[in-house]
Every structure is written in structure tokens, then in C-alpha cells.
């Protein structure tokens, strides 16, 4: 494939990737940074109104996050995998089929 197709063809096709992924990236921060202010001016208003907070939000949210690394972390890994695997059949028919090997 790489020696058949034109090399600004090639190039093409990697700078337009490249630009999804700038624009991903670019979206994926504003959420993530959007999501952090949120919560930082939460906590900051509630510990104004409440400052016991101060000393439970921590622990709690350290408590979460371990939940959420021992299992939601492997169980979406291993749905992953087993997506993948159960697709890869068909996947490989269709590429066969594009190829004309079938």
C-alpha cells in the first residue's frame, strides 16, 4: 500500500489524523479542566457554609477513587478485550472481502 499511493496522498492522510486528535485534545482538556474548577468551587463554597467538609470530602474522595481503580478500571479493560475479540471475525471478513481474498 505504501509504495502504490502518492506520498502527499500519505501526508495528507496523516495531517488530517493529526488534526482530529489537536481537536480531541483540545475538547478533552476543557472538560477536564472545566470538571476540576467545578469541583474546586464546590468544595470552596460548601467548606465556606460547612467547614467540617474540609476534613471529610478528602477522605471520601480518596475512598472513591480506589473503588473506581480496583473495579471499574479492570472490568471496562476486560469488556474492551472481549469487544475486540468478538469483532475481530468480522473485521477480518470485511478486510478479505476488500482485499478480494475471499
Do not use: K
Amino acid at each position: 500500500w505504501w509504495d502504490q499511493q502518492p506520498q502527499g496522498r500519505v501526508l495528507n492522510r496523516f495531517i488530517a489524523d493529526v488534526g482530529t486528535v489537536d481537536g480531541c485534545i483540545a475538547v478533552m482538556i476543557g472538560i477536564v479542566s472545566g470538571a476540576i474548577l467545578y469541583f474546586v468551587g464546590h468544595t470552596f463554597f460548601l467548606s465556606l457554609t460547612n467547614p467540617i467538609c474540609l476534613f471529610l470530602v478528602p477522605p471520601i474522595a480518596l475512598a472513591f477513587e480506589r473503588v473506581a481503580a480496583r473495579y471499574y478500571r479492570q472490568s471496562i479493560r476486560e469488556f474492551q478485550r472481549l469487544l475486540l475479540v468478538s469483532t475481530s471475525p468480522l473485521d477480518q471478513s470485511a478486510s478479505e472481502l476488500v482485499c478480494g481474498q475471499v
